[in-house]
């Protein structure tokens, strides 16, 4: 991949930890929580790491793996002032070591190091669209670590139906289930443990009810009532590859007000057409517009209608969708400038809904994979407003 770069920007120079730097993992597909350096010149991939990283890297192949101590980190352990100036100087000295001229690096990279490097004659480039690019295509194990977290996803939605099916109202409305009442946190909890039992986790998801459910991102709390949506909006990380999924589905225990079973309609019919037309070079910014067709006919407000300023908190007021990979949310976005064509292997979220403050919302979301052919749907899970 390296010759891709090299003589049109520069050598490749990315450094970090394959935790937090999701352009590090899509590299090097092994959690290796401290800083090292990974660098691509004339077709070779370097890694410059502690040494003890390097059994496991060889058994994953094909990087030229040199240990800290080829740099000289001893000395600099007597000789530094703080472990960042030290591993300044690390990478200082095995980008000049390699005879990078011209370093091609993300945004991310860190400002100090990018200082150092200069000083010492190597012009630094930063590219925000080059790492994109590398990471839209994914790999044959960042696509198993999807599939996984989708599984586990499905899985976590199936606790959370069976939950609520399983609960009856009391006299004031309130759901309860084994004499308790039923709580977003409850079916937290249930979801949380169905994820570990999939090898997968998650810092945050969705559960929200009622009036909670009109605000996207609310992650709910307190009890759940009859009559009212309750929106599950799950986005799992498969703990081995770090790769996520993303699937929302919206129930409702009792009888669904009109109102909220026509969104159902709505956002289902969103949903299959935008699934329909989702192929390799179609933009994401036509997607977005096909289904803000449909909702805008309706009579529903969306980003395209608002006014320049406008706060919108009714309707369709966001994005359809997005791509998702190393983060539950990166490029492609399948909004107003999503301008891009698609390109077999990205792996989109599809999530139109619709919302009232005050009243609640509905979202339906699956997870779809772009192939040369067109799409596959990888989200396998009901639509029923009923658990």
Known sequence: MGERYRGRMGDVVLLGDTVRSPELRHEVPLGIPDPFLYLERN????????????PLLEAIGGYALHPFEEFGIDELRRTSRSHVELLNELVVRAVTAFGVERALVPPTFPVLTADRLRAAGVE???????????????SGAELAGIRRAQEAARAGMTVARDLLRSASPNGAGVLELDGAP???????AAISA?????GCSAEAFVVAHGAQAAIAHHTGEGEIRSGEPVVVD???????????????????????PAELAGWQALCREALDRALAGLRPGVTGKELFDTVCDLFEAAGYP????????????????????HGVGLEVHELPLLNLLGHEPLVAGDVIAIEPGLYRPGFGGLRLEDLALVTDGGSENLTRFPYDLAP
Do not use: Y
């Open 302 to 321: 969306t980003q395209r209608t608002k006014a320049d300023g406008e706060t919108l908190t009714q309707g369709f007021h966001h994005a359809l969708g």
């Open 234 to 256: 799950l986005w799992p990380r498969d703990n081995l590859s770090s790769c996520c999924a993303d699937m929302t589905r919206t129930f409702v225990v009792g009888e669904a």
């Open 43 to 54: 077709g070779v991939r370097h890694v410059v790491v502690a040494s003890f990283e390097i």
């Open 194 to 198: 169905a994820f570990l039992e999939h």
């Open 182 to 188: 039923l709580t977003c946190e409850r079916i937290k």
């Open 124 to 138: 630094v480039v930063p590219s925000h669209d080059e790492f994109v690019a590398r990471r839209r295509v994914k």
